[in-house]
Structures are given as C-alpha cells and as structure tokens.
C-alpha cells in the first residue's frame, strides 16, 4: 500500500463486471445455445491472444450481504430483485479506459441482456489516501 502523501491513486489496471440476465434459463433450442456458447469462448479466446486477459472467475449465486457495525446483519441472497447482481469478473491487461471499454462493447453476452461493468482498479484505497491527508492537515501547525 503506497502510504506517500504527494502521489494520489491513479488507475492500476481494469476490470469487466458482468452483470444481468440468466440467458441460460431462457427458451433457446440447443443450437441457439451452442452459438451463444461459442461466441463467449472466441471472445475470451481473442482476450487471451490479443494478451488483454488478466484472469477472471464466474460467480456462484448464493450471496451473504454482510452491514452494519462488526457485520451484525447477514442477509442471504441471491436477491430476486437484484437484476444486476454480478455473475462474473475478468481483469483486463489494457492501457486505457477507452480500451477497456472496447472490450466490454465486444462483449458477444451483451445482446442477451447481460450489462458490463467497467472499472478502473485503484493503486491505492482512495478512502485512505484521503484520510491520510486530512490527518497530515490536522497535524500541521496554525
């Protein structure tokens, strides 16, 4: 963790989050979802090629949301209201937010009413490097 006070967090990488629809409980016939199966994998496949994948994992949907002060309240999940609960990761070894996006927009899932999340993965914890200056402040003398 970067403790110096003079170099804010920057973006550190990108990652894509899948969001939305289960295509999978969809009434497709078996070769509709043999091509939407093939065009995840060409996609993920180009990732890796092109050297943009970064790594990833699915996400099961069992969910335990966990709030309140020492975790005091632990709701089991998934949550049927949540229509954009994360199904999945995958972290992107691009430059740029822009190229980050144009992976994301490359996304084959997108028709079929999945969203993708696109976020920039800090250097530091934002939160702390704040704090840390508003400490460094208050220890200045008036």
Known sequence: MNTDLDTPPHADGYLLFFRGSP?????????????????VTAWFEKLEREGKWGGGRPLMER?????????RSVTD????EAKEAIGGYVVLNVNSMEEAVAVARDNPMLKYGQMTE??????????LYRARQKLAAA???V
Do not use: H, N
């Open 63 to 71: 969910v335990k949301l966990v709030s309140g002060e020492g975790g």
């Open 77 to 80: 999940g998934p949550f049927p």
């Open 23 to 39: 295509w999978d409980r969809r009434d497709y016939s078996a070769e509709e979802i043999q091509q939407i199966m093939d065009s």
């Open 139 to 141: 220890a200045q003398p």
């Open 118 to 127: 696109v976020r920039e993965i800090a250097s530091d914890c934002p939160t």
